[in-house]
């Protein structure tokens, strides 16, 4: 059986418009559109809002948590009659996750060259290639990286 943490939702106000997850009730208006849902049997923002407003929070904070489906794609947000904006409720999700440490392989992967390189993705040969094919300058950092404009 699942534990309820009523303090979970209290978690989430920290990312913009979360706020208003009590005033979703639970029309699936997110879903009808959402791509992600149409392509995963196991995402549904509707869900995941309803594990948020019952503080089930188990059934998101985990290494292989559904939120990390989602196409971010901001359909839901478009389709909601409330206003509620479950994209925001999910990307607070997702933030909860990566302050925990439990983010897939592949977004920490994605994390550490961002903070090493200041891009997503990862220099290839390939990359060269492609870019001497199309006339471009070689792979490199343009500018300061985001570690030296952080400090």
């Known amino acids: 059986m699942s534990k309820v943490n009523l303090d979970f939702c209290k978690e989430l106000p920290q990312v913009e418009e979360t706020g208003t997850v009590i005033a979703c009730f639970q029309c699936s208006a997110c879903v009808a559109d959402c791509p992600a849902a149409a392509h995963s049997a ?88 492609h870019r001497r094919e199309m006339g471009l300058p070689a792979y490199g950092i343009a500018g300061k990286c985001i570690k030296e404009v952080v400090k």
Not at 45 to 59: A, N, Q, S, Y
Not at 88 to 102: D, P, Q, S
């Open 42 to 129: 196991r995402f549904n923002p509707r869900d995941i809002m309803l594990k948020v407003l019952l503080g089930l929070e188990e059934g998101l904070i985990s290494e292989d948590s559904v939120v990390w489906d989602c196409a971010t794609c901001y359909t839901c947000m478009e389709r909601c009659p409330q206003g509620v904006r479950p994209i925001e409720v999910i990307t607070a999700v997702k933030n909860v996750l990566a302050r925990k440490g439990l983010l897939p392989a592949e977004v920490a992967a994605a994390a550490e060259n961002i903070r090493n390189t200041d891009r997503v993705i990862v220099h290839s040969e390939a990359i060269d290639r």
